[in-house]
């Protein structure tokens, strides 16, 4: 048993209360705080220090990231199939001076993107 199921068990204290309970006496004491001037308040530079550890620690677990990239992929390609089969109808029913425009346009918009 421990001291949370302890004070629990006698019904007294923070850990005690039902989470609710607690939820509102800690909102309290931040509001407090930050109308008191003492709260932490993160800087820019404190921020991404901070996300660039969390990305560390979440990267560092490999099947996790590769669930992730699995599930990213199922639902970037959910359809594919059938939006390839249309795209293709619809290239195939356009004259190829139109084809060859859209992809030289595509291009150019491609080139000018990755200059930036």
Known sequence: MNDRD???????GFASMDTEKQRSIA???????????TAH?????????????GGEAVS????????IGRKGGEASHRG????AEQTQVQQQQQ????????????????????QF
Request: charged fraction near 30%.
């Open 6 to 12: 302890n004070a629990k068990a006698r019904g007294r």
């Open 41 to 53: 308040e993160f800087s820019s530079e404190e921020a991404r220090e901070a996300g660039r550890k």
């Open 60 to 67: 560092a677990n490999r099947a996790h990231m590769a669930a």
């Open 80 to 83: 594919s199939a059938k939006h």
């Open 95 to 114: 004259p190829a001076t139109q084809r060859v425009s859209r992809d030289y346009e595509t291009t150019v918009r491609e080139q000018q993107s990755s």
């Open 27 to 37: 909102s309290l004491g931040g509001r407090a705080a930050h109308r008191l001037g």
